[in-house]
């Protein structure tokens, strides 16, 4: 298994600019999330998914966009990106809570956002 | 609101000692915890996941250890070794919004010295 996979690695955007963060996980996984990883902060939750159709919004969704339209894919779109979305994102995946396994968080390599 | 709080913010060691890394949270209703590890770079890796119900767990040299009346886990790492030297950060998982929202601390950055 490949496991938590993101594209790209590193992107560089100029404010205004919209672009989609790649995430794919090859577990058959129910939940997906998004997570931004900024100094000091920790991470937080943006968005996250419990099933294919199903998303909801997590402490900081505002500026981002997600759909789940496969078990797989779980893409972030930037609308409009600003000098405050700079960070590190981290797409995370997980069994569902009807699993009989411990529900262990995996997480992606994360994309490096840099938005002038 | 749940915080979650982990003291030090970094830890230098020499290699071969036992060490403890603290976690506290606010909010003693909790449905798990988890302790990552994260290369600089990297992505995080998980280390263990104690339920609520469980009072510790064991992988190798790391026991994750979990208090919730407290309100405190703590990660040992017994006979730290320069390979340990990594940020390690916990995670809380309140069951009173869904079993999904974890809140993570800003985590310890440990240096193993060799």
């Known amino acids: 298994n490949a496991g938590v996979t993101q594209t790209p690695k590193f992107q560089v955007l100029k404010t205004g600019q919209s672009m989609t963060l790649q995430c794919a996980q090859d577990m058959n996984h129910e939940y997906m999330s998004w997570y931004r990883q900024d100094p000091g902060m920790g991470l937080r939750l943006i968005h996250y998914?419990?099933?294919?159709?199903?998303?909801d919004q997590g402490e900081v969704p505002n500026g981002y966009n997600v759909s789940r339209s496969t078990t797989e894919d779980f893409p972030l779109r930037l609308l409009s990106a600003a000098p405050s979305q700079t960070s590190v994102y981290f797409c995370?995946?997980?069994?569902?809570?009807?699993?009989?396994?411990?529900?262990?968080?995996?997480f992606g390599p994360g994309t490096r956002l840099t938005v002038l | 609101k749940q915080e979650v709080t982990q003291i030090p913010a970094a830890l230098s060691v020499p290699e071969g000692e036992n060490l403890v890394l603290n976690c506290s949270f606010t909010d003693s209703a909790i449905y798990n915890l988890q302790w990552f590890r994260q290369d600089p770079g990297k992505g995080l890796t998980s280390l263990l996941l104690i339920q609520s119900s469980q009072r510790e767990q064991t992988s190798g040299r790391l026991n994750a250890s979990l208090d919730k009346s407290s309100g405190r886990s703590t990660l040992y790492i017994a006979a730290s070794q320069p390979g340990d030297s990594a940020t390690y950060l916990c995670a809380v998982n309140p069951p009173t919004s869904g079993t999904y929202k974890y809140i993570f601390g800003t985590g310890t950055r440990l240096k193993v010295l060799a």
């Open positions: 995370a995946s997980r069994k569902g809570s009807r699993s009989s396994s411990y529900n262990e968080q995996f």
């Open positions: 998914s419990v099933g294919a159709g199903i998303t």
